[in-house]
């Protein structure tokens, strides 16, 4: 018996640990990857909410609102700009009509929906995370955050594609 070892050598258990690391690491991958495609997925739905809000807009004004300054010029009365997170309504003769109680944001506080709009048509802009999406674009030169360049295109015909 006094041959025997017992407990286990720096060697194993440093081979047991690396094990662990990789095993957790590609974890890691995976999830962050996951996340990525969650807040694509609420971008997306978000702009169709938006450009749901925007048809309802236009049958009741005859067009879409103006944009300014990447932001919906079509709450209150006089319209003004709506601001992203808060309440996308107007006051038309007296009555207010209520397009969506919260005008979605961006799931990262650091990037930006953006909106533009001749009156006839519009744009809903977002930047994706994930460049393997099928609607991820490269060639829209449209800021959505300082630098930024928006990946994803929303308008009265659907999704734009390259």
Request: glycine residues 10%; hydrophobic residues 35%; contains cysteine.
């Amino acid at each position: 018996m006094n041959g025997m070892r017992k407990g286990f050598t720096l060697l194993e258990i440093m081979v047991a640990v690396a094990i662990m690391l990789i095993i957790s690491g590609l974890s890691l991958a995976g999830y962050v990857f996951s996340m990525q495609k969650s807040r694509d997925a609420k971008r997306k739905g978000d702009l169709s909410q938006i450009a749901r809000a925007l048809e309802v807009f236009n049958e009741d004004f005859g067009e879409y609102p103006a944009g300014s300054g990447g932001k919906i010029k079509g709450c209150g009365n006089p319209l003004d700009v709506c601001v992203w997170g808060e309440e996308f309504s107007t006051d038309i003769q007296g009555t207010e009509q209520m397009y969506m109680s919260k005008l979605p944001s961006d799931p990262k506080s650091s990037l930006n929906y953006y909106y533009e709009s001749d009156g006839e048509s519009f744009g809903l802009y977002a930047v994706l995370e994930n460049n393997k999406d099928k609607d991820y674009r490269t060639s829209l030169t449209q800021e959505c955050a300082s630098g930024v360049n928006c990946t994803y295109k929303l308008t009265e015909y659907g999704v734009e594609v390259e």
